[in-house]
């Protein structure tokens, strides 16, 4: 049931303040991504995931909207985003936008309204409750802003109020049924929202904390499951070629309430984090399974990744990514051999893969203090590394007013600088991705099974007909299997096939036609 221009979609996701600054006013614009289209294309990204890019007092980045249908200034106007929209359908490369539906900013007109004494439109948009010294009942809430006397939840920051979609299970006086009609109006509202970009030539969305509308939900969240569903229903009939993404992190879940796809997103202890950001789950240890010698085993991810996989094979899509804006930089621990490793393993695997700006170039994580509620995250968020020029390419003003600042050392990664060397992490990213499209066995739909993920072996799996084999470790490896008359058409590092016995050299990568 996913739109079928998933198949083959690899998805790059922007963070438009850091991407590309065309006006020299600091910050990144439609115009730069626009700018950088054919960049994206020749990367191999056949999609884009645009992070928030509407009106907002920007606390929370933009994920505190202020005007669900008006880009923000600083990055252009409407007229320039549907420009993009159109300037990426030309490359054949698809756009989402993010979608922000569990909240919104305390500036939206909305929650201005919501927030009166006098009954209004608004007066249920949001959950208050019966008065204003009352609590919401473990909820976060806010009391004694608002002319009204009630105190408001929040979804996550203070500057964001919870929209109203209803309670599973109503336990007190001032929370709604999920089917109240004012429940229903904040659905229709969010469906309105969406109309209006799709309208205009946005693919779909990106959909923020997905699982958060309906409150006092049971463990199934078979209430926020019911309001996807119905919105599912009207994309159906009105874009059945938009495309969704949930932030979930349960593709079981987020798959039957109408996802196309569900980020496997890096939580402490779960499979992906294993991959990767191993040095999260211990105190100073890391046993991440691409971490040179670090004795990680695969089995940690293969557990938890094929049981959703099995249980979601037909019914969407498992989103596997680099990195996105909430998290630290792979880069943070790998180097770039690792990441090599590690990018061929995450972009042959089924699914919709994601790539976040500048992982490609292996950006590092910066240590810099907050900028717009991003805490620890803002140093997975620093402008786009381009060139040696100045600000390193992303743009054309004063260092001083750069949205953040650009990476000051000597040995800052570059798209021109990888883009000379045929072995660069750019160079090894573009090779990987066209492989994918040039083998559909390598996409989304080919079937996936496990050969071998013997702890001290090298993993070894089959997409379809092909074999595939990796070694994060510092030494050669062997493993026994009959591959019949296999044919090595990609390596990176030392592989080969020979009677039984699959040999692969340090630190490698193979793919073999059986
Ligand atoms: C999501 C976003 C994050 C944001 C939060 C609140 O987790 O990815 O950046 O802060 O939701 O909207
Ligand atoms: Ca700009």
């Excluded at 890391?286 to 971490?291: E, R, T, V």
């Excluded at 070694?471 to 090595?488: F, M």
Aim: hydrophobic share 35%; with cysteine; glycine share 8%.
């Amino acid at each position: 049931m996913a739109a079928k221009w998933l198949k083959d979609a690899v998805f790059y996701e922007i963070y438009p303040q850091s991407f590309r600054d065309t006006n020299g006013d600091g910050i990144g614009d439609f115009n730069g991504i626009i700018e950088k289209l054919d960049y994206i294309k020749d990367l191999g990204c056949n999609a884009l995931w645009i992070n928030p890019c509407f009106d907002s007092p920007f606390k929370d980045a933009g994920y505190d909207v202020r005007d669900y249908k008006k880009a923000a200034a600083r990055y252009g106007t409407n007229e320039d985003l549907y420009r993009l929209f159109e300037e990426a359908h030309k490359k054949g490369i698809h756009v989402l936008l993010d979608l922000v539906p569990g909240h919104t900013s305390e500036e939206h007109e909305w929650f201005r309204q919501s927030q009166k004494a006098v009954k209004n439109e608004y007066t249920d948009r949001y959950i208050w409750t019966s008065f204003c010294f009352e609590g919401a009942e473990g909820y976060p809430y806010v009391g004694g802003e608002s002319e009204r006397s009630a105190t408001y939840l929040l979804n996550f920051f203070k500057c964001q109020p919870a929209l109203n979609y209803g309670f599973h299970k109503v336990t007190k006086p001032w929370q709604l049924p999920e089917n109240h009609p004012e429940a229903l109006a904040t659905r229709e509202a969010m469906k309105d929202v969406m109309r209006f970009w799709l309208s205009h030539g946005c693919d779909g969305f990106r959909v923020d904390m997905a699982a958060s509308l309906v409150k006092n939900d049971d463990e199934k969240k078979s209430g926020t499951s019911a309001v996807w569903r119905d919105i599912r229903r009207m994309l159906e009939l009105e874009y059945p070629d938009a495309a969704m993404v949930s932030e979930w992190s349960n593709p079981p879940l987020a798959l039957r309430a109408g996802y196309d796809m569900d980020f496997y997103l890096n939580e402490r202890g779960n499979g992906y984090s294993t991959l990767i950001r191993d040095y999260q789950n211990h105190d100073g240890e890391d046993h991440s399974y691409f971490k040179k010698d670090a004795g990680g085993n695969i089995n940690r991810f293969l557990d938890q990744y094929l049981t959703w996989y099995e249980d979601t094979k037909d019914k969407g899509y498992i989103s596997l990514l680099s990195c996105n804006h909430d998290t630290l930089r792979p880069r943070y621990n790998l180097d770039e051999e690792e990441l090599k490793l590690a990018y061929a393993f995450i972009y042959t695997l089924p699914g919709v893969p994601f790539l976040y700006y500048g992982d490609e170039i292996g950006m590092k994580y910066l240590d810099i203090p907050t900028k717009e509620g991003g805490y620890f995250r803002t140093g997975s968020r620093t402008p786009m590394q381009w060139s040696k020029s100045a600000n390193l390419g992303f743009s054309t003003g004063n260092s001083e007013d750069l949205y953040l600042p650009v990476d000051p050392s000597e040995d800052a990664p570059t798209v021109e600088a990888q883009e000379a060397d045929p072995s660069s992490l750019l160079n090894t990213v573009k090779a990987i991705l066209k492989l994918r499209h040039d083998h559909e066995d390598l996409q989304a739909d080919a079937p996936f099974a496990v050969i071998c993920s013997e702890p001290g072996r090298p993993l070894v799996y089959r997409r379809g007909n092909l074999i595939l084999a990796v070694n994060p470790d510092g030494n050669a490896k062997e493993v026994k299997t009959d591959l019949g008359k296999a044919e090595n058409i990609f390596t990176l590092g030392t592989a080969e096939y020979k009677e039984g016995t699959l040999s692969l050299g340090a630190q490698s990568f193979a793919v073999f036609n059986v």
